[in-house]
């Protein structure tokens, strides 16, 4: 069973900082994994996906690698803003059929002034 | 183009009664899957619908059904509440079915069980 941790469950930064969020799954065959983003009492915005042939997609400040072999994804956020505040969650799809999307809980980052 | 759309945003029920959500895809995606979001337990897969036809479906007892229309839209119903259902429920939609295509939330429905 895909189990997906995403550690710490909070972080603090002041603003400008570079910073790299981390995911970890255990079951390497995966199909994708993707980054969300969820603001307070909202839904779930998608910021990438990466397949599981990629190592990395990249958009705007955002970057996400993927090291399946390691099971793990980093998202890094470079000049963080307080816009930038919310639950980051990563998802990730196996690659057997039938497979469901699995989730980590979240970190939650607050980016102060 | 619009987002997906989930009605109504905020519920509150008693326990033993049934609830209907309603979920509004993007036009032209054709698959729809709904979450439950509790602080507990995070993000869990309730079921996957394509073109009308429960696709997979997640570890939850036979109280929560849904099913599609054939404009896509869906809806998803919990019967004989339980106070452990209260949870924000979302449902999001894409192209293709399968979870292989990104991936669009809506905005929730918030789900309190007195």
């Known amino acids: 069973k895909q189990e997906v941790t995403q550690i710490p469950a909070a972080l603090s930064v002041p603003e400008g900082e570079n910073l790299v969020l981390n995911c970890s799954f255990t079951d390497s065959a995966i199909y994708n994994l993707q980054w969300f983003r969820q603001d307070p009492g909202k839904g779930l915005t998608s910021l990438l996906l990466i397949q599981s042939s990629q190592r990395e997609q990249t958009s705007g400040r955002l970057n996400a690698s993927l090291d399946k072999s390691s099971g793990r994804s980093t998202l890094y956020i470079a000049a963080s803003q307080p816009g930038d505040s919310a639950t980051y969650l990563c998802?990730?799809?196996?690659?057997?059929?039938?497979?469901?999307?699995?989730f980590g809980k979240g970190i939650t980052l607050s980016v102060r002034p | 183009k619009a987002g997906v759309t989930q009605t109504p945003r905020y519920l509150i029920k008693t326990r033993g009664q049934q609830v209907t959500l309603s979920c509004s895809p993007i036009s032209g995606h054709r698959s729809v899957s709904w979450y439950q979001q509790t602080p507990g337990q995070g993000l869990q897969f309730l079921f996957e619908?394509?073109?009308?036809?429960?696709?997979n479906k997640g570890n939850f007892p036979g109280r929560f059904s849904g099913r599609q229309f054939s404009n896509s839209r869906s809806e998803m119903n919990v019967s004989t509440l339980e106070l452990g259902d209260s949870a924000l429920y979302l449902c999001?939609?894409?192209?293709?079915?399968?979870?292989?295509?990104?991936?669009?939330f809506g905005p929730g429905t918030r789900l309190t069980v007195l």
């Open positions: 998802a990730v799809l196996g690659a057997g059929a039938n497979s469901k999307l699995t």
């Open positions: 999001a939609s894409s192209l293709g079915w399968g979870f292989t295509d990104t991936q669009y």
């Open positions: 619908y394509f073109s009308e036809t429960q696709r």
